[in-house]
């Protein structure tokens, strides 16, 4: 089994990579396309960003199943909020699953027909997504100082 010190150095690492990536989609390309009409900005950007964010996203949930388990969260305690580290726990499963949501509605509805008609819809997801991200990032600081 994995030390903790290395599931939280993965889990910072992975989340580096997917809040990063989205951060940079947000502020960097995001403006550009919605500027110019131009999806293939964005279609370009995903295209190049799938194969290191999906991975990051795999590893987060990995590391963190593993790192809940270490604090005693376990799968029967995940959603009842009973104390500080599982709320948590719970609160970051909760985004992760709005998270996947949304990305499934994209992947299915929207990226497939993406262009400058729906540019603006692809623009929410965008920053749902992020702001998803950055809320994981704040809740999952909460672990250095006892949870919530």
Same mark, same amino acid.
């Given at each position: ?25 947000l502020?960097?390309?995001l ?11 964005? !279609? ?7 194969? &290191?964010? $999906?991975?990051? =996203? %795999? ?5 963190? /199943? ?10 029967h305690?995940?959603?009842?909020? !009973?104390?500080?580290i599982?709320?948590?726990?719970? &609160?970051? $499963?909760?985004? =992760? %699953?709005l998270?996947?949501?949304?990305? /499934? ?23 749902l997504?992020?702001l998803?991200g950055l ?11 006892g949870?919530?």
């Amino acid at each position: 089994m994995m030390s903790h010190h290395l599931l939280l150095i993965l889990h910072l690492v992975a989340a580096a990579i997917w809040v990063g990536g989205h951060l940079l989609l947000l502020c960097r390309y995001l403006p550009q396309a919605l500027r110019d009409r131009d999806s293939s900005i964005i !279609s370009k950007y995903e295209k190049k960003f799938e194969p &290191i964010g $999906l991975p990051a =996203l %795999l590893i987060l949930l990995l590391t963190g /199943v593993f790192m809940a388990y270490k604090y005693g969260v376990t799968m029967h305690s995940w959603f009842s909020f !009973s104390n500080p580290i599982e709320r948590v726990v719970s &609160i970051k $499963l909760t985004l =992760l %699953l709005l998270t996947v949501v949304l990305a /499934v509605h994209a992947r299915l509805f929207i990226i497939p027909k993406l262009s400058s008609k729906n540019l603006n819809e692809m623009a929410i997801h965008i920053v749902l997504i992020t702001l998803i991200g950055l809320s994981m990032l704040v809740v999952g600081s909460s672990m250095r100082f006892g949870g919530i």
